[in-house]
């Protein structure tokens, strides 16, 4: 577990999944991201590549040959490797390798960057194809936070999108989004949290206007913000009647449950030229 601190801050990830684990306030000492309880669910912030989500009969076609790749990818299941580390911000990579190669045949490497700056901490993702010729992968952010964070209940707490938005949300069911939509927000730019809004499972957006997601209450002006860069989809979720709720940035999206598996048509997927690299930001501020 690799520790960074700040006079606002301090933030711990773990080495496996290079996954944030602890993102906790001097002042008040609140933990703001979700520790893992297995009760609920196990994960914390875990980082999702080369697919966000499940595959259609968890295959798919990559070159004319069929590949079998886990739900949320395997880089949250690899060891990574410390780069760099100087107190408030830490590199992490992981690469390509034989085990890697039989599920998603790529040469690639993959480095994330945290760095605290004052009540913030920025997540860079940066992805290099190795390949000879074009790889396409997809890329997300899975991060928990602790509801309540700041007294009260869970019906306290509710999502604000940055812009107003007229999405409607998708479902998901055996890991594919589905061709089923329904209504979600309350208004036109909040989600209120209540036990029974994730009973059928994920709320998935796509192409959203707003750049920046938060979960606020109504108790007091404690307030976390997800800041992107402008993401394709965004998801919000958490199992049923659970003490957190996820905002997840997505550079991809689940299959579609219509989907031919072709993974370079795929929808969402993104595409690197050899030698390439895709970078992408996100911050959790705390307010």
Same mark, same amino acid.
């Given at each position: 577990?690799?520790?960074? #601190?700040?006079?606002? $801050? #301090?933030?711990?990830?773990?080495?496996?999944?290079?996954?944030?684990? !602890?993102?906790?306030?001097?002042?008040?000492? $609140?933990?703001?991201?979700?520790?893992?309880?297995?009760?609920?669910?196990?994960?914390?912030?875990?980082?999702?590549?080369?697919?966000?989500?499940?595959?259609?009969?968890?295959?798919?076609?990559?070159?004319?040959?069929?590949?079998?790749?886990?739900?949320?990818?395997?880089?949250?299941?690899?060891?990574?490797?410390?780069?760099?580390?100087?107190?408030?911000?830490?590199?992490?990579?992981?690469? !390509?390798?034989?085990?890697?190669?039989?599920?998603?045949?790529?040469?690639?490497?993959?480095?994330?960057?945290?760095?605290?700056?004052?009540? !913030?901490?920025?997540?860079?993702?940066?992805?290099?194809?190795?390949?000879?010729?074009?790889?396409?992968?997809?890329?997300?952010?899975?991060?928990?936070?602790?509801?309540?964070?700041?007294?009260?209940?869970?019906?306290?707490?509710?999502?604000?999108?940055?812009?107003?938005?007229?999405?409607?949300?998708? &479902?998901?069911?055996?890991?594919?989004?589905?061709?089923?939509?329904?209504?979600?927000?309350?208004?036109?730019?909040?989600?209120? $949290?209540?036990?029974?809004? &994730?009973?059928?499972?994920?709320?998935?957006?796509?192409?959203?206007?707003?750049?920046?997601?938060?979960?606020?209450?109504?108790?007091?002006?404690?307030?976390?913000?997800?800041?992107?860069?402008?993401?394709?989809?965004?998801?919000?979720?958490?199992?049923?009647?659970?003490?957190?709720?996820?905002?997840?940035?997505?550079?991809?999206?689940?299959?579609?449950?219509?989907?031919?598996?072709?993974?370079?048509?795929?929808?969402?997927?993104?595409?690197?030229?050899?030698?390439?690299?895709?970078?992408?930001?996100?911050?959790?501020?705390? $307010?």
């Amino acid at each position: 577990m690799i520790t960074l #601190s700040n006079s606002n $801050l #301090s933030a711990k990830i773990a080495l496996m999944g290079a996954e944030l684990k !602890s993102l906790k306030e001097h002042a008040t000492g $609140l933990e703001y991201i979700w520790q893992s309880d297995p009760a609920h669910w196990k994960g914390a912030s875990p980082i999702l590549f080369p697919i966000v989500g499940g595959l259609k009969n968890g295959t798919c076609r990559i070159n004319g040959a069929e590949c079998k790749i886990p739900g949320h990818g395997f880089v949250r299941g690899k060891e990574w490797m410390l780069v760099s580390e100087n107190g408030t911000s830490a590199v992490f990579e992981t690469a !390509s390798d034989v085990e890697t190669r039989a599920m998603f045949p790529f040469d690639f490497v993959l480095r994330v960057h945290y760095t605290l700056v004052e009540n !913030s901490l920025a997540i860079r993702y940066e992805v290099v194809n190795k390949s000879t010729g074009r790889m396409y992968f997809s890329i997300g952010s899975h991060p928990a936070f602790n509801i309540p964070f700041a007294g009260g209940s869970i019906e306290n707490y509710y999502f604000h999108f940055s812009e107003e938005e007229k999405m409607e949300r998708y &479902f998901f069911k055996d890991g594919m989004h589905l061709n089923e939509t329904e209504p979600a927000f309350d208004n036109a730019r909040q989600v209120y $949290l209540k036990r029974t809004l &994730f009973d059928r499972g994920p709320l998935i957006f796509k192409q959203p206007r707003s750049k920046m997601f938060s979960i606020l209450n109504s108790k007091n002006s404690k307030r976390i913000n997800v800041k992107t860069d402008g993401v394709p989809f965004v998801a919000l979720w958490a199992t049923p009647n659970a003490p957190f709720a996820c905002i997840e940035p997505w550079y991809g999206i689940p299959d579609n449950c219509d989907t031919d598996g072709e993974f370079s048509t795929k929808e969402g997927i993104m595409s690197l030229e050899t030698g390439c690299t895709f970078n992408t930001t996100y911050s959790i501020e705390i $307010l």
